[in-house]
């Protein structure tokens, strides 16, 4: 290749030049999110799903996929800006949806350029020790004997869960049985409160165990898992010969942030011999706080648990972290490549982490969470929990004070659940009508570009479940911009009732 030809290449990340060759691109990206944002006006686009498609089909058009377009960066930018649901936005409060901080996402940068890929040390020499030594913190912040545990940074808690299930049936069963061959009556069972997040019976159906192994638990009014409805169920799945396998308690449920009683569930899982998963990929940021960390006692007796640092800490997605108390849980997930962990290479002292993780290729999410750590301190991060809960706590207080709101219940995390109720005292009489205007003033919020509100149903059947939901993950917000989303509720409420 010819110094020209080489010089006609489009320009690499990595390497000594590198970040000259970032420089005006990274400018470029900048400028363009924030005339994005600008253009947004709000936390998400105006007009709806059929006029964003449109308009973003007409931006791909520009040119096409075989026509260079030097403005490409710079113009997509902006129109992915113009087109999202910015979390930062304190109205974009539906979801479990961080606003990444700014340290988090200036330390992923580092993570993209370098392109380490976590399944062999010659591929990530530091960033292999890197994880390692966070996983170690994690540990102790779980409870855990850091010298005793492991773990691995993950997708998120889907994938955490799918981990947690998966060395439970390796460890309780003997590895990876086939099912077809196993008595109905025998079968193992999974048992996990009945507003567990659905990422539980899906992993039960790729371990071959399939969905209906996981047995629902009755909850409390406030969502938590029943300890005596723990009790009967376990005892029945004994009483027809059945292998309880697992209890998954779940810290911190996606609608509620109510935390299961961890202490029960040890003990009744201990009793039976089960495995005792933890999923706190939302409450796991209680940890971070001191005020809130005693919601979470019991989880150090927990076989394995879930966090997600893309919830409460601020995490660019994906930021997931999975650990299990003793480190010889994870003998199943042993494996051996040739070409990215030879015996002798580890013999002479070059770590893998292969054996930890369902994925091959990974990236180096470890990073930012490590920078964040070091960088704010568990103090800085609790302050930023902390600030986020005193907000739910005074959304909840502005909820209760207005006739035309109703709560559902005091928060615990940083989720609050509410309704609008109708005007008319005989549509307020009507659950269908409530759930129909509640339903309908959200999507309104939407289409307008107002706000992204949550939606979720209690447990039940039959209509006046629906709920709306704010989950306040922005420690920036003020309580008079949580009062205004409020008022725009109830206007949208009304409008939508014609008044």
């Not at 999110?33 to 007009?47: K, Q, S, Y």
């Not at 308009?55 to 490409?72: F, K, N, S």
């Not at 649901?85 to 109205?91: G, K, R, S, V």
Request: with cysteine; charged share 25%; aromatic share 4%.
């Amino acid at each position: 290749m010819t110094v020209r030809q080489e010089a006609e290449l489009p320009p690499l990340a990595g390497g000594v030049a590198g970040p000259t060759a970032l420089r005006p691109l990274l400018g470029a990206v900048l400028d363009a999110l924030t005339v994005g944002a600008a253009r947004r006006g709000g936390p998400l686009p105006a007009g709806g799903p059929a006029e964003l498609a449109k308009l973003v089909a007409d931006a791909l058009r520009l040119g096409g996929p075989d026509a260079p377009d030097p403005t490409a960066l710079a113009r997509l930018t902006e129109l992915f800006a113009r087109g999202a649901a910015d979390p930062a936005d304190p109205a974009c409060a539906a979801h479990l949806h961080c606003p990444p901080l700014a340290v988090a996402v200036a330390a992923d940068l580092a993570a993209d350029v370098l392109n380490a890929s976590l399944d062999s040390w010659d591929q990530a020499p530091a960033a292999t020790v890197l994880e390692t030594e966070l996983i170690a913190e994690l540990a102790e912040l779980a409870g855990f004997r850091a010298d005793r545990a492991a773990g691995v940074v993950t997708s998120g808690g889907t994938e955490s869960n799918l981990l947690g299930l998966l060395l439970a049936r390796d460890q309780l069963l003997g590895g990876r049985p086939e099912l077809d061959g196993i008595p109905t009556a025998s079968r193992p069972r999974i048992l996990a409160s009945e507003v567990a997040h659905f990422s539980i019976q899906r992993a039960a159906a790729l371990l071959g165990l399939g969905e209906r192994a996981v047995v629902p638990v009755a909850v409390d009014r406030d969502l938590r898992m029943d300890g005596d409805a723990l009790a009967a169920a376990l005892a029945a799945v004994v009483r027809a010969g059945e292998k309880p396998l697992a209890v998954v308690a779940t810290a911190g449920t996606t609608d509620t942030g109510a935390i299961d009683p961890l202490h029960r569930c040890a003990d009744l899982a201990a009793r039976h011999g089960a495995w005792l998963h933890v999923d706190a990929a939302y409450g796991g940021g209680a940890l971070l706080s001191e005020r809130l960390a005693p919601l979470l006692d019991g989880l150090a007796r927990a076989d394995s648990v879930a966090l997600d640092w893309h919830k409460l800490g601020w995490q660019p997605a994906a930021a997931g972290v999975f650990l299990v108390r003793r480190a010889e849980s994870y003998a199943s997930l042993a494996r051996r490549a040739a070409y990215l962990n030879p015996a002798d290479d580890e013999a002479a002292g070059y770590p893998s982490l292969l054996g930890r993780s369902l994925r091959t290729t990974r990236r180096a999410d470890a990073f930012k969470i490590s920078v964040t750590l070091r960088t704010l301190g568990r103090a800085g991060l609790g302050r930023l929990v902390d600030r986020c809960h005193e907000l739910a706590r005074a959304t909840a207080t502005a909820v209760r004070d207005r006739p035309e709101l109703e709560l559902y219940a005091e928060p615990l995390l940083s989720t609050v659940l509410f309704r609008v109720l109708p005007w008319d005292p005989a549509r307020r009489a009507d659950p269908a009508a409530v759930d129909r205007l509640n339903a309908e003033l959200r999507r309104r919020l939407l289409a307008e570009g107002r706000a992204v509100l949550g939606r979720t149903e209690l447990p039940g059947r039959g209509p006046g479940l629906l709920r709306l939901k704010l989950t306040l993950l922005n420690p920036h917000t003020t309580e008079a911009e949580l009062a205004r989303l409020l008022d725009d509720a109830v206007r949208a409420g009304r409008e939508c009732e014609g008044r």
